[in-house]
């Protein structure tokens, strides 16, 4: 390049930093690497935060019902998993529901 392009403002961007490297160069690799951390760190975190109260309470509800479905899909056989879909373990899980459902009504019914 030639000694005019630069001012003397700007001058330190060209002084020779590493071997082979100036402080643009530095610069530039450094911003980069930060750059795809930060891109690779929101691609596979979920950070997001619920907007509202109502959302809030929505995720809570779906964790619960999700861990409780969990729970009973626990109690179903290995055997009956093998042809097993989503709509035959709900199915099932709605039965063992039903059940339990009769057997308080029978024993509020008793006392």
Known sequence: MSENTFTTSDSWLEQELIEGFRVWHVLAIGFGTALA???????????????????????????QLAKKFKEKLILISNTDMESMDLQGAVNIIQGEIAREMEKLNNNEMQA
């Open 37 to 63: 951390f930060v891109i690779l760190g929101c691609c596979c975190c979920r950070f997001r935060i619920p907007r509202t109260k109502q959302e809030i309470e929505a995720d809570y509800k779906r964790k």
